[in-house]
């Protein structure tokens, strides 16, 4: 079993940046692919970045290209979503996922959330205008 654990949510200013990391405990991190989604209250969950076992592939959605970095660190088993330039529509529970792709395609095809099987609790992220 896997098991997520999302930390560095917190309030910005809008223009702001944060870090938030995602924790893997349970199988080895560097087996499984990574993403991060985002759900506003009313609305469903969004596919924010992704990026494969070795590191060597990302995907962004277009909301986000060039602001936000995605990025591994598999000898400490954490993911890590970097965020620039916030703006207060990014303000949004932000969760990390999990999967065991094999190979380096990330792509649109896993910008469903039904493609990830394991999940994080969600941290809190809130752009301030």
């Known amino acids: 079993q896997v098991q997520l654990v999302e930390s560095g949510g917190g309030l910005v200013q809008t223009g702001g940046s944060l870090r938030v990391s995602c924790a893997v405990f349970?199988?080895?991190?560097?087996?499984?692919?990574m993403g991060w989604f985002r759900q506003a209250p009313g609305k469903e969950r969004e596919f924010v970045a992704s990026?494969?076992?070795?590191?060597?592939?990302?995907y962004y959605a277009d909301s986000v290209k060039g602001r936000f970095t995605i990025s591994r660190d598999n000898a400490k088993s954490t993911g890590y979503l970097q965020m620039s330039s916030l703006k207060p529509e990014d303000s949004a529970v932000y969760y990390c996922a999990a999967e065991p792709i094999p190979g380096q395609y990330v792509g649109n095809y896993y910008s469903a959330a039904a493609r990830w099987n394991y999940w994080g609790q969600g941290t809190q992220v809130t752009v301030s205008s």
């Open positions: 990026i494969s076992w070795s590191g060597g592939s990302t």
């Open positions: 349970g199988r080895a991190f560097n087996n499984y692919a």
